[in-house]
């Protein structure tokens, strides 16, 4: 293992030290991982999530169709309609970006919302990045909010065969929804100081802008609708959100070739997909699955449930901020997955109830992601997108929201949890 500890500490340094280079020191540790035997060439293609990578290059490709469209620009001018100031504007991507996200993944989110962000910071003439990020971090919060709103609730859910319903009411009780909701709340408040200083009321537009194709719009749409519709289908190909987004990105530029006859139309939106992004992924992917395959993760997982002893509530602590800490440097689900058979098992045991351990795995490792800019798929791809509109984002500008907003959050799910399920 200690090979494989040494490779991935030493890539997360450099890829926390050299942002711009972040895609390239992914991919060379992942061929490193390859190369030395610790992830075997069999297990390769296993280690890559497809489901992702499709969903990501689908949804980036409708998103240049919905940009094109004029669609976010309308939508800016609603909101500056709405709100008073930047302030509120943040506030308000941010709370819009977390709905969403509790019933369609994370990633999905910030490319549908990112746009809007966008728009608006063009029309003030302002930085988009605390934007940007505001949006990435919000719907990393909610992913744990319901059963369909991340994998590793999904994964949590089927584990405890959880209702959808049971997120809300589990075991004559508040569920773990208002765990995440009330955890919202503060972190509302933590964005609300972030933009303190950002008071400069918004213009009022003499005439909305306007839209010149809504079926971009409808794609999305229908996108969302089918997102959250197979999320109830037990028995399901992993790829098939990802598939999803690449056939309605096919419907898309089929349509806008019939409709404007030209090659450009096709094109133009494929290479806004940014590959970059996906490249780091991809790096990552490997990587996890080298240190996985090390036995890293297991003896990870191990060691936090040993450091318990028989105390519960000690347990429970180490669980929720061990699972922070180790989610902001790595992908929280394969962490999820090996965790939830060494909770089953410890609390067998110590013949207690296993929930509160359960709630606060899912909580810690969920908003984890949250603490650096490479902890969660939807960081990376927010921070892709800043860069595609040429801003650089410092890990300076996500610590300044990302730190505090994981604190804001996790520390009332911590407390709710505990108070409800483990007294």
């Known amino acids: 293992m200690i090979p494989a500890i040494a490779i991935f500490a030493i890539t997360y340094i450099l890829m926390l030290v050299f942002g711009k280079y972040r895609a390239y020191i992914a991919l060379a540790s992942g061929i490193v991982f390859v190369a030395s035997g610790i992830l075997p060439l069999d297990k390769v293609i296993g280690s890559l999530d497809f489901n992702v990578i499709l969903m990501i290059a689908g949804t980036m490709g409708l998103v240049a169709l919905f940009t094109e469209s004029k669609m976010p620009a309308f939508l800016a001018d609603i909101i500056m309609e709405k709100v008073p100031n930047i302030k509120w504007a943040a506030v308000s991507l941010s709370l819009f970006s977390g709905i969403i996200s509790a019933f369609v993944d994370n990633v999905a989110t910030v490319l549908m919302v990112a746009p809007v962000a966008l728009a608006i910071c063009k029309k003030l003439e302002t930085n988009p990045v605390p934007f940007i990020i505001a949006i990435a971090v919000s719907s990393n919060l909610q992913g744990a909010a319901t059963l369909v709103g991340d994998t590793t609730a999904i994964m949590l859910?089927?584990?405890?065969?959880?209702?959808?319903?049971?997120?809300?009411?589990?075991?004559?009780?508040?569920?773990?929804?208002?765990?995440?909701?009330?955890?919202?709340?503060?972190?509302?408040?933590?964005?609300?100081?972030?933009?303190?200083?950002?008071?400069?009321?918004?213009?009022?537009?003499?005439?909305?802008?306007?839209?010149?194709?809504?079926?971009?719009?409808?794609?999305?749409?229908?996108?969302?609708?089918?997102?959250?519709?197979?999320?109830?289908?037990?028995?399901?190909?992993?790829?098939?959100?990802?598939?999803?987004?690449?056939?309605?990105?096919?419907?898309?530029?089929?349509?806008?070739?019939?409709?404007?006859?030209?090659?450009?139309?096709?094109?133009?939106?494929?290479?806004?997909?940014?590959?970059?992004?996906?490249?780091?992924?991809?790096?990552?992917?490997?990587?996890?699955?080298?240190?996985?395959?090390?036995?890293?993760?297991?003896?990870?997982?191990?060691?936090?449930?040993?450091?318990?002893?028989?105390?519960?509530?000690?347990?429970?602590?180490?669980?929720?901020?061990?699972?922070?800490?180790?989610?902001?440097f790595i992908d929280n689900i394969p962490y999820v997955a090996t965790m939830i058979p060494v909770i089953a098992s410890l609390a067998a045991a110590l013949q207690v109830d296993p929930t509160p351990l359960y709630f606060g795995l899912l909580s810690g490792a969920t908003l984890g992601g949250n603490c650096t800019p490479i902890g969660a798929s939807a960081n990376i791809t927010g921070i892709g997108i800043l860069r595609k509109a040429g801003y650089e984002v410092k890990n300076a500008d996500f610590f300044k929201i990302g730190i505090p907003f994981t604190l804001g959050a996790i520390i009332p799910a911590y407390i709710y949890i505990w108070l409800v399920y483990g007294i």
């Open 157 to 328: 859910g089927s584990a405890l065969d959880m209702s959808f319903l049971d997120f809300f009411w589990y075991l004559g009780r508040p569920g773990i929804f208002f765990a995440v909701e009330l955890g919202a709340f503060v972190s509302v408040l933590i964005l609300m100081l972030v933009f303190r200083k950002e008071t400069k009321a918004l213009p009022k537009t003499a005439e909305r802008t306007k839209v010149t194709d809504f079926v971009p719009t409808a794609l999305l749409i229908l996108m969302l609708a089918l997102l959250i519709g197979v999320s109830f289908i037990p028995e399901k190909p992993n790829e098939t959100n990802g598939l999803i987004c690449c056939a309605l990105l096919v419907a898309g530029l089929v349509y806008t070739l019939i409709k404007t006859k030209k090659l450009s139309s096709v094109t133009g939106p494929l290479k806004e997909i940014d590959f970059t992004t996906i490249g780091i992924l991809v790096g990552l992917f490997l990587m996890i699955g080298g240190i996985s395959e090390a036995g890293v993760i297991d003896a990870a997982g191990a060691l936090l449930a040993k450091a318990g002893g028989g105390n519960v509530l000690l347990l429970y602590t180490i669980i929720v901020w061990g699972s922070v800490a180790i989610s902001a």
